[in-house]
């Protein structure tokens, strides 16, 4: 498995929506590197033949009757946004100007 | 009304608290009282809470104290926990309090909605003495990486009191709360519960609603008990336990026999499986030493000890490293400045939301918070994720093959909770790969959803810190934690002489300048 370097470090942190200084990406490129050094034996572990598990203890079918319950008003649901307007939640441009 | 003074009345544990409110020997705004003052005089030290909730709680106090004081049917309807106060982790959400998972992300937020587990204690009428430290959104192991100060440890305030739950454990082991809520998503209920000298429990994933609890890690968080006794933590597991339809992954089964199964401790016949792989090599000796006494105690008290073997521990922690940071990766996009929380607004540039999102998620998250996003963010990769993601899964198979295997043989499996005693502040700070060695006894409970019971089992010959002991039995057996840990409880507590946090150091007021005036209320 190939190791994790600073330009891997710098394009998951734009895919991750983190901006990062370049201090940071040195930083953070030199502490994954040994976790992920450190996780690889993970990859020998099990052969095709195990089935993966992604749930502890799977419960299938969950439903519940189909009928309205508890909904925040829009004020409720607004309460906590850093910006809003007309009973919106208000965000910064979402296209680039071009 | 009380005999007692109010450093006594701190000490009681939940049921007997619970006992004199019933018997109408003391009040709960008296108690409540009590713990807000003890908060006052020593949290400045140990910085478990991060809000108090004083007001509301000596609300809900003498809301209990009117009705029993009125008597009737609605005296008689009271749960049994009624007036009895407890502090949350906050990473839960409550109304009328901040919630911030010790992140700058949330700073200030407040909650539209209670979590289930909140719901249920306000049906009880349990006074919420307020919201605990813990790391940011749950993410460690020393509550170190909290935006707001670590917490420290009230058996030395040099060192850690353990982690993600550090609030709760402290504040419980401090005498600022009989009770506390914690999260447990690989060992963060029950680590603090070993270094602090106080029982934390794991419930069966599924056992206790997760509605509420800020998201970590969806397939491994789950809620449980932080208390002074086993009984109290079965106590509280009933209040808060049992299903509920806002979580997909609430289980309905009852859980209603755990209080009876703390009460009714009995371990003859009963078979106990060493687990191989998780004590030995790596594990301070102190540590080890405790745990064996442990085990000639149960061993006296009539169970067999039989040693067990699951060879793919050793692949838990790397797995729990691959499949936590993924899911941390998803569940904390949502904090993108724009729904809740903070937004920051990118130093110059055009100010599009995807800039304005990365600036908001570089100033509002900590380093172990970016640190596993992209470790997350790299393991789900195109590419990557075969390799890491999907065998990771496949070693979650492999160690509930094991721990099946396990309970083949053996009705309860022991080990000690954590390798070591708590380490000094700051110590392992810098470097995150020792920081999660902590959890290495503790994750694998997680990755299998069993449920794990963490009890005080003494303090460690060379530093004098204490040694938590581990119990773990297969899904939906919590009740048989709560008769094997109540068993060993009493038979160390009467080798002690008496409970543990007997002998942690007396943490007292800082001294008053000689200008100030003593205030009443304390002890």
């Not at chain 1, 929506?17 to 996780?39: K, N, P, T, W």
């Not at chain 1, 799977?58 to 909904?71: Q, S």
């Not at chain 2, 909290?146 to 009191?161: F, H, K, Q, V």
């Not at chain 2, 000094?424 to 449920?451: H, R």
Request: hydrophobic letters at 45%; a negative charge.
């Amino acid at each position: 498995m190939a190791a994790i370097n600073r330009d891997d470090v710098a394009h998951l942190a734009r895919l991750a929506h983190i901006e990062m200084s370049a201090e940071e990406l040195d930083r953070m490129a030199g502490e994954l590197a040994v976790i992920v050094d450190s996780v690889k034996s993970v990859s020998e572990a099990a052969g095709d033949d195990v089935p993966a598990t992604s749930h502890p203890i799977p419960l299938n079918n969950v439903f519940r009757e189909d009928v309205v319950g508890h909904t925040f008003t829009a004020e409720q649901a607004l309460s906590g946004a850093p910006d809003s307007f007309e009973g919106r939640f208000k965000v910064p441009a979402i296209l680039d100007e071009d | 009304m009380t005999e007692l003074n109010n450093s006594e009345l701190i000490r009681l544990s939940a049921a007997q608290l619970a006992a004199k409110l019933a018997a109408r020997e003391v009040t709960s705004v008296e108690v409540t009282q009590a713990y807000l003052d003890r908060i006052a005089d020593v949290d400045g030290q140990v910085n478990a809470f991060l809000h108090v909730n004083a007001e509301e709680a000596l609300a809900v106090a003498a809301e209990v104290d009117a009705i029993r004081a009125a008597g009737g049917a609605e005296a008689e309807a009271l749960h049994e926990l009624a007036g009895v106060p407890i502090a949350v982790k906050d990473l839960i959400v409550t109304i009328g309090q901040p919630t911030t998972a010790g992140s700058k992300i949330l700073e200030g937020w407040h909650s539209p909605y209670d979590a289930t587990v909140i719901k249920r204690l306000r049906a009880a009428k349990m006074p919420i003495l307020g919201k605990t430290n813990l790391d940011e959104f749950a993410m460690g192991s020393s509550t170190e990486h909290s935006a707001y100060g670590p917490t420290r440890n009230p058996w030395d305030l040099d060192r850690i009191p353990g982690g993600s739950g550090g609030g709760s454990a402290a504040a419980v082991a401090a005498f600022e709360a009989p009770l506390a809520l914690g999260t447990d998503t690989g060992g963060s209920i029950r680590q603090p519960g070993a270094v602090t000298g106080t029982v934390g429990m794991k419930p069966t994933y599924g056992a206790v609603s997760r509605y509420g609890a800020i998201a970590m890690a969806s397939s491994l968080d789950q809620i449980g008990p932080v208390s002074r006794t086993v009984l109290d933590s079965a106590l509280l597991q009933e209040v808060i336990g049992g299903h509920d339809p806002f979580d997909s992954t609430s289980l309905t089964d009852p859980f209603d026999t755990l209080v009876a199964a703390a009460k009714t401790g009995n371990v003859t016949g009963m078979k106990i499986g060493i687990i191989k792989e998780l004590h030995g090599e790596g594990y301070q000796a102190g540590v080890e030493n405790r745990f064996n006494e442990s085990l000639e105690l149960l061993k006296e008290a009539g169970a067999e000890i039989v040693e067990v073997s699951c060879p793919n521990f050793k692949y838990a922690l790397g797995a729990y490293y691959l499949i936590m940071p993924s899911e941390v990766s998803s569940n904390l996009a949502k904090f993108d400045g724009v729904r809740y929380g903070l937004r920051v607004l990118p130093k110059d540039g055009p100010m599009t939301i995807e800039r304005v999102m990365a600036a908001t998620r570089a100033a509002g998250f900590g380093d172990e918070v970016k640190r596993r996003i992209i470790l997350g963010t790299y393991a789900l990769s195109a590419g990557y994720y075969d390799a890491y993601y999907g065998s990771a899964q496949k070693v979650r198979t492999l160690i509930q093959r094991d721990f099946e295997a396990a309970f083949a043989q053996a009705d309860v499996l022991i080990s000690p909770t954590a390798p070591t005693t708590a380490f000094k502040l700051g110590e392992k700070l810098d470097d995150p790969l020792a920081m999660y060695l902590n959890d290495v006894a503790t994750i694998p409970a997680n990755m299998a959803g069993i449920p794990g019971l963490s009890l005080p089992g003494g303090l460690a010959d060379e530093d004098g810190l204490p040694v938590g002991i581990q119990l773990l039995a297969p899904a939906r057996e919590d009740a048989r934690l709560y008769r094997v840990g109540a068993v060993l409880e009493s038979l160390l507590e009467e080798k002690w002489g008496g409970p543990l946090l007997d002998r942690a150091p007396v943490l007292k007021a800082p001294v008053l300048d000689s200008s100030s005036t003593i205030a009443g209320g304390s002890n």
